[in-house]
């Protein structure tokens, strides 16, 4: 059998490096992109030195293009991309100093998704097989949180743009999963000043996270118990939700992270 090839962008930290270190584990050959160059040299050596590394943002097209091009050069077309690169920060659209913290969130989460997904596809469609395309939104995309104007649209704009893909990708075999994670113990969490409910180790979200990239499954929210919560939120009306959320607590503004 030949070698799993998997590709992550965000690997340096949270769930990106959480999902490098499970498929490091099963004997993938990776393709680890993240923008700290360093840190991402520190990652491969934990995991053996092995495994490609590609210091870039998500934001940049063609340094992913650049980037893709040498995995698939040296290794072949990938059998999983996952998009995990992502950032949050509260914003207020009343504070014009925000804007430029929305637009960032926005380039980061919605169009990193489709620059990194873009210079692989066609190697993955012209490779055959069964092959997948996965991209990591939020359960933040279900409802519109207060004070997370720009994560909220993002992670909501990120769960639309992965569905359009998922049936355009259909007639080629190629697999898109969406996966919506709720609080997951990561560096951009350890900042929200609140409680999380059913908060997940990124190790054991890792795990469910692979579990559902090898099923295929078309869109999960992990952890379960937040997959409940969700459908809840879909189902209550404006002033239900209104009335529950409007004084909920708020993520900090700032640089996102």
């Known amino acids: 059998?030949?070698?799993?090839?998997?590709?992550?962008?965000?690997?340096?930290?949270?769930?990106?490096?959480?999902?490098?270190?499970?498929?490091?584990?099963?004997?993938?050959?990776?393709?680890?992109?993240?923008?700290?160059?360093?840190?991402?040299?520190?990652?491969?050596q934990r995991l053996g030195g092995q495994h490609a590394c590609y210091a870039l943002d998500v934001a940049d097209a063609p340094a992913l293009h650049a980037a893709a091009n040498d995995f698939i050069a040296r290794f072949g077309a990938p059998d999983i991309v996952i998009a995990s690169a992502g950032v949050s920060a509260g914003t207020l659209t009343e504070c014009e100093e925000d804007l430029a913290v929305f637009r960032r969130v926005m380039e980061i989460n919605v169009f990193g998704l489709a620059a990194t997904f873009a210079p692989f596809i066609p190697a993955i469609k012209a490779a055959g097989g069964e092959r997948r395309l996965v991209g990591i939104a939020s359960v933040a995309g279900i409802r519109g949180l207060p004070g997370a104007e720009a994560y909220s649209a993002s992670k909501a704009a990120a769960i639309a743009y992965l569905e359009s893909l998922r049936l355009e990708m259909r007639p080629y075999g190629i697999k898109v999963v969406t996966i919506a994670p709720g609080y997951i113990a990561t560096p951009m969490t350890a900042v929200n000043p609140y409680k999380m409910p059913f908060l997940l180790p990124a190790d054991k979200a890792a795990e469910r996270f692979a579990r559902a990239?090898?099923?295929?499954?078309?869109?999960?929210?992990?952890?379960?118990?937040?997959?409940?919560?969700?459908?809840?939120?879909?189902?209550?009306?404006?002033?239900?939700?209104?009335?529950?959320?409007?004084?909920?607590?708020?993520?900090?503004?700032?640089?996102?992270?």
């Open 213 to 257: 990239v090898e099923r295929g499954v078309s869109y999960t929210v992990i952890p379960w118990q937040m997959g409940i919560v969700a459908k809840v939120l879909r189902l209550l009306p404006n002033f239900l939700y209104d009335r529950l959320f409007a004084s909920a607590p708020r993520k900090p503004r700032g640089l996102p992270l």
């Open 1 to 44: 059998m030949s070698r799993l090839k998997v590709v992550i962008t965000g690997a340096s930290s949270g769930i990106g490096e959480a999902l490098a270190v499970y498929y490091a584990a099963q004997g993938a050959q990776l393709g680890l992109m993240a923008r700290r160059a360093e840190v991402l040299a520190d990652l491969n």
